[in-house]
């Protein structure tokens, strides 16, 4: 159940990020929050997995906890940035390479189980 409820809370993050950062649309601060509770959700759901993934790969563990609270950081910057209309494409890619990374460890420390 954890696992499946990291896995959406995360798919809801990335959708929620991205309606937020790439539309023109004027209900960015409700998406910002959405995303938000995602971040919230994330890593109660986190912290929750990580007492099974620690024990099986900890360097792995801990490299996707830092990559995951960078990733956070930078839609942080991302979304001040499009508030103030001017977002750089340095951070954006930057996100999306994090997002990429944390979904990658995530699955190889769960061994790919949600798929196979």
């Keep these: 159940m954890w696992l499946w409820l990291h896995l959406i809370s995360w798919a809801v993050l990335a959708v929620a990020a991205g309606i937020a950062l790439f539309s023109r649309t004027r209900q960015f601060v409700m998406w ?4 938000r509770v995602c971040y919230l959700v994330s890593i109660i759901s986190g912290v929750v997995l990580m007492r ?8 792995l563990t801990v490299i996707k906890i830092l990559i995951a609270i960078g990733l956070i950081g930078l839609l942080e910057m991302a979304f001040a940035d499009k508030k103030q209309q001017h977002l750089s494409k340095i951070i954006i890619w930057s996100a ?19 798929f196979i």
């Design 52 to 59: 099974f993934s620690f024990n099986r790969n900890p360097m």
């Design 32 to 35: 910002t929050m959405i995303a």
């Design 96 to 114: 999306i390479a994090a997002f990429v990374l944390v979904t990658v460890v995530g699955f190889a420390l769960a061994q790919f189980r949600p």
